[in-house]
């Protein structure tokens, strides 16, 4: 049951990796860009899911809210960097996708920033959650410790 649900996660994060690389960002112009794994030796920025904050399947963040906001950590080690587009994933237990915030601006050096989830998720079953972050330069990211976990709770 380990093995075949770590499977899942393995491929489900390399399809994101995949379908990430591919992904049309929207330069601060207006006009679609494509982003790329790596582009002139920059770097990619880093991710970390702040709220929810269990990465575990096992042990969910319970929450009672079905809109919840996400928070996340985002860093580059590059100097300066502009923290240009996000995206949010929500999954159910068996990879199927509840919603995607599709590729949305940030254009900000902030290194924490909030999503809130403007959908009714559903109650009573663990949800999986995923964060990209996409800096200037093209270079996108996916949560670096992996998805984050929450449940919501009927009252």
């Given amino acids: ?22 992904v049309p960002a929207v330069s601060s112009a207006g006009t679609k860009v494509t982003a790329t794994a790596s582009n002139q030796g920059n ?3 880093y ?24 928070q996340w950590f985002q860093s580059d080690p590059d100097n300066n960097t502009v923290f240009k587009t996000f ?4 999954y159910d237990k068996n990879f199927n996708n509840i919603y995607s915030s599709t590729v949305l601006p940030q254009n900000t050096s902030n290194t924490t920033n909030s999503f809130e989830i403007p959908v009714t998720l559903p109650r009573n079953q ?7 972050v996409q800096d200037e330069s093209g270079n996108w ?13 009927t009252p």
């Fill in 43 to 45: 770097n990619r920025p």
């Fill in 126 to 132: 663990t949800l999986y959650i995923a964060v990209s």
């Fill in 87 to 90: 995206w949010v994933l929500v």
């Fill in 1 to 22: 049951m380990l093995l075949k649900r770590l499977k899942k996660t393995t491929l489900m994060l390399a399809s994101l990796m995949v379908i990430a690389s591919h």
């Fill in 47 to 70: 991710v970390k899911i702040l709220t929810p904050p269990s990465n575990k399947s096992e042990s969910p963040t319970i929450y009672f809210n079905e809109q919840p906001k996400i």
């Fill in 141 to 153: 990211s996916w949560t670096d410790d992996g998805m984050h976990f929450m449940y919501i709770q």
